[in-house]
């Protein structure tokens, strides 16, 4: 079974947060055929931005999940959990945008598919005509 991951790292003063979402099935699709399914190895996955075209289709059963560099205090990392995980009135916008004003700066954001995948064509059925 595959999952699909968004992660994104975010960093400030030498300190680390690495968070995002893991959805335990998930789809990726793209208008052009893949080419790297004689080399995917399931145990490293690939970047979905590495796949021309890919972008995420349906995902399912996510969970957001946040990581911290070990200097990084507990009152702050509470902070920022509950800031990520949307517990908290202090702020209003997304956790993306809390965290730039709190003057963390993004180093990546991207996404990634790992473990088993299947690769299929669909057709694009034309729509239907419309009648009155």
């Known amino acids: ?10 960093q400030k003063n030498m300190m680390e947060i690495k968070c995002g ?11 052009l055929k893949p080419s790297f399914g004689s080399s995917y190895d ?4 690939i970047c979905i931005q590495d796949i021309p075209g890919g972008s995420i289709g349906e ?26 995980y949307g517990d908290t009135k202090k ?9 730039l004003d709190l003057d963390w700066k993004e180093i990546s954001s991207e996404s990634y598919i790992f473990g ?11 729509a239907p005509s419309l009648y009155k």
């Open 59 to 84: 995902v399912y059963e996510g969970e957001k999940v946040i990581y911290f560099s070990e200097n990084i205090c507990e009152d702050e990392q509470n902070e920022l959990s509950d800031i990520f």
């Open 91 to 99: 702020y209003s916008k997304n956790y993306v945008d809390v965290f």
């Open 42 to 45: 399931p145990n490293l996955g």
């Open 1 to 10: 079974m595959g999952s699909i991951v968004e992660r994104q790292i975010f």
């Open 21 to 31: 979402t893991v959805w335990k099935l998930g789809s990726v699709l793209t208008r």
């Open 116 to 126: 088993e995948i299947e690769i299929k064509e669909f057709r694009e059925v034309p």
